[in-house]
């Protein structure tokens, strides 16, 4: 778990030991991007109320958050779900991301401040020491938080919000369509060419990366159905 989940939780604790809402959330995100909660999984609220020890109205505030992250389906008078995207929004959801942070980084390509580039550097630099001991939480961590940098860095601020929601949307489908077997999505010293492109002002080069490297994840998506039978006590208690 990350530095900010032990505060938060710490927080919580402080607060009288109950969690709240945002903590549930970022529990079942996490639980969902580590594949622990396949597609289509059951979130009902009376259960996940009895693993967090909570009300009913705390369990809908998290969910009604995970809803609008597109990490679960809430429909009227019915269970929430993980969500299962299909083939097509899958591909157009990766199709969004290549134009946004494609346009975002030919952008900043030349403008960032060297504290900027040392910051993704860091990112890079973590996320490659984790998935070489087997740490495949920190690993995802650090890449979405490169990502996120870039987002929080556009110079269109409208660009930047997409592309921090489009980042979350394709980290849940490659974390819920990754090929059985494969332990993980790291692909080797792309985020330190990208890093490099953007420092030396290659704007077109960097696009080129971006789009090099989200293809490469489309490609390791395994988009047949999937069966599973689910403990949330045991993965989320």
Same mark, same amino acid.
């Given at each position: 778990?990350?530095?900010?989940w032990h505060e938060e939780m710490q927080a919580a604790a402080q607060r009288g030991g109950r969690i709240g809402d945002r903590d549930i959330a970022d529990k079942v995100r996490r639980a969902v991007l580590m594949q622990r909660l396949p597609p289509g999984t059951k979130l009902p609220e009376v259960t996940l109320g009895e693993v967090f020890g909570v009300s009913r109205s705390v369990i809908r505030k998290s969910l009604t958050r995970l809803a609008s992250e597109h990490v679960v389906d809430q429909r009227p008078n019915q269970v !929430?779900?993980?969500r299962a995207p299909g083939i097509e929004e899958t591909r157009e959801t990766f199709e969004a991301r290549r134009l946004v942070e494609g346009e975002v980084v030919a952008l900043l390509a030349g403008g960032l401040s060297a504290a900027t580039l040392e910051a993704l550097g860091g990112e890079a630099r973590?996320?490659?020491a984790a998935y070489r001991r087997g740490d495949e939480a920190a690993r995802i961590e650090h890449s979405l938080n490169l990502h996120h940098l870039l987002a929080e860095q556009s110079p269109n601020r409208v660009l930047g919000g997409l592309l921090t929601?489009?980042?979350l949307r394709t980290s849940?489908?490659? !974390?819920l369509y990754k090929r059985s077997g494969l332990a993980s999505c790291y692909q080797e010293a792309q985020h330190d060419r990208l890093i490099a492109l953007l420092a030396d002002g290659e704007s077109e080069a960097a696009r080129r990366a971006i789009h090099d490297h989200l293809?490469?994840?489309?490609?390791l998506l395994d988009l047949s159905p999937r069966e599973s039978r689910i403990d949330l006590m045991s993965i989320l208690g």
């Open positions: 778990m990350s530095q900010a !929430a779900r993980v973590e996320e490659t929601d489009l980042v849940i489908v490659v !974390a293809f490469g994840l489309e490609a």
